[in-house]
């Protein structure tokens, strides 16, 4: 079984910054995929932005520039670096594992951001 646990979300005021962590944990095969997904109130979950153990990524068009994803393969755990903030970026960020781009295994539980002023 594989765990995922998320940290790092708040409360941030806009054009302020954030960095979330997700650690993974329990049997997991070395190549994969790490991301992070988002839901705002009333809207669906949506893609932020992913990454392979190769450093590959992929993101959103509404975070290019702005959101950065990083990962550690040692430890297991992907990063992201939140800048620039804006309120449409309040929603609660998942953290998933997954084969593959666009594929998702595993989610986290879960983590807020609320960019308030």
């Known amino acids: 079984q594989v765990q995922l646990v998320e940290s790092g979300g708040g409360l941030v005021q806009p054009g302020g910054s954030l960095r979330l962590s997700c650690a993974a944990s329990?049997?997991?095969?070395?190549?994969?995929?790490m991301g992070w997904y988002r839901q705002a109130p009333g809207k669906q979950r949506e893609l932020v932005a992913e990454?392979?153990?190769?450093?590959?990524?992929n993101y959103a068009d509404s975070v290019k520039g702005r959101f950065t994803i990083f990962r550690d393969n040692a430890k297991n755990t992907v990063y992201l670096r939140m800048s620039n903030l804006e309120f449409e970026d309040t929603a609660v960020y998942f953290c998933?594992?997954?084969?593959?781009?666009?594929?998702?295994?595993?989610w986290g539980q879960g983590t807020q951001v609320t960019v308030s002023s």
């Open positions: 998933t594992l997954g084969p593959r781009m666009g594929t998702n295994n595993y």
């Open positions: 990454i392979s153990n190769f450093g590959d990524t």
């Open positions: 329990g049997s997991i095969s070395s190549i994969n995929v």
